[in-house]
């Protein structure tokens, strides 16, 4: 549904004026703040969107929901004997933290005066530098938390509609995200707000995921470790096909009947550019590049697939003389493979300079909060092996492991 963050949906301002929920700050409140008359214009689409919205039904979020419960209806209908697959893109409770009442001011420890800031920060050490006061901190937090309950509200329709059909006996629902929110939380003495340029610590990284499965009872914990690719491999298993290209994810259906304990030994993320990490479940280690960060090549066809709508925002380099068609790494997808070397302007992941040898090691068992960093500790040449290994069976491309220097 239109309307959410960049989506240029609507290109004025509502002229009357009268759709507008109550007043808060722009897309770039963070940006003058710290850059005064300096700052870049930056442009977001929600800003105007906004002003459009009368009630709480029209905001982007329950519009989702509300079409999926409707979808439902209709395959209830017509699609009961041969399946179906409905996947929900549900952008909320993704920032603006904009809502209206009832939600508006739920969480808040005090009154609010003033515009609200419903465009969360993105900055390591907000409060703790004196960019963003204590009030503040916990008035965008309190925004996050109204606009987690307003969708929360909205998903319930849709299982208040899996519940009227009897769709729970023959029909799997899963419910993840692709990523989780830093809201200050701290790590090396600094609060962290956003998504920054810092490693995969726990609050972004280790998302929530549930499964209702046909069969199984509810309820239950599963401790294996997973990851987001998984849930593809789950879905094809399930429909009996097999993916046309190499994939490398591991079906959870046999997790989720109860037929293992484990489907993988590792599991891997990173930052373009930056940090790679692996993790064992246990474990976690985060390596940061070696060197100068190069070789560095992107492969990617996002130029075309998922452009920048975000006015004033660069977007990604484009590709030059130097860039090829190539394959997608240990696949036959075509990609544009594009190289760079020092001097040239980056993708915006790696923009900011890569964080060289600040490698990151936590024992999460212990340390949830990763508050101690083991690197230097026998366990990170375990860890190293490991991420290595991991590498090496996802076929990545040896310049990759060159930039970590982990080449051999």
Request: glycine share 12%; aromatic share 10%; proline share 8%.
């Amino acid at each position: 549904m239109r309307g959410h963050e960049g989506d240029p949906w609507k290109t004025w301002l509502d002229p009357s004026w009268i759709g507008v929920p109550s007043p808060a700050t722009t897309g770039d409140w963070w940006l003058k703040r710290q850059y005064g008359p300096h700052a870049p214009h930056l442009e977001r689409g929600y800003d105007r969107s906004r002003t459009y919205l009368r009630a709480e039904a029209e905001y982007p979020g329950p519009r989702t929901m509300t079409a999926a419960a409707e979808w439902l209806d209709g395959a209830a209908e017509h699609h009961r004997e041969g399946g179906f697959l409905l996947f929900v893109d549900e952008f909320d409770p993704h920032e603006p933290f904009d809502t209206p009442e009832p939600w508006q001011g739920r969480y808040e420890a005090e009154p609010w005066e003033g515009e609200r800031i419903i465009w969360p920060p993105y900055v390591v050490g907000g409060v703790s530098s004196g960019k963003l006061s204590e009030a503040e901190a916990r008035h965008v937090r309190a925004n996050y938390g109204a606009k987690l309950s307003m969708i929360d509200e909205w998903f319930g329709r849709v299982v208040a509609r899996l519940d009227e059909r009897g769709m729970w006996d023959d029909t799997a629902v899963i419910v993840c995200t692709d990523h989780g929110h830093y809201l200050g939380d701290e790590r090396d003495g600094r609060d962290i707000w956003g998504k920054p340029m810092v490693p995969q610590f726990e609050p972004l990284g280790h998302m929530p995921l549930l499964i209702h499965w046909p069969g199984v009872s509810g309820g239950g914990v599963c401790d294996a470790l997973t990851t987001s690719v998984d849930l593809h491999a789950t879905i094809a298993d399930v429909f009996g096909v097999q993916p046309a290209h190499r994939t490398h994810g591991r079906s959870l259906a046999p997790l989720l009947r109860g037929e293992a304990t484990s489907v993988r030994e590792w599991a891997i993320g990173g930052v373009f550019g930056n940090w790679v990490q692996v993790t064992d479940g246990r474990m976690k280690y985060a390596r940061a590049p070696e060197g100068d960060n190069f070789p560095l090549s992107m492969w990617s066809n996002r130029w075309s697939t998922m452009p920048l709508h975000v006015a004033g925002m660069a977007g990604l380099p484009k590709p030059d003389g130097r860039a090829r068609l190539d394959h997608m790494p240990g696949s036959e997808v075509p990609v544009i493979r594009q190289p760079f070397q020092a001097g040239d302007a980056l993708p915006f992941w790696a923009s900011g300079g890569a964080h060289l040898g600040e490698h990151h090691l936590y024992d999460i068992a212990v340390d949830p909060d990763e508050r101690e960093n083991r690197v230097g500790e026998a366990a990170e040449l375990r860890m190293i092996d490991l991420l290595r290994t991991a590498l090496l069976e996802v076929e990545a491309p040896v310049e990759h492991l060159a930039r970590l220097g982990l080449a051999t």
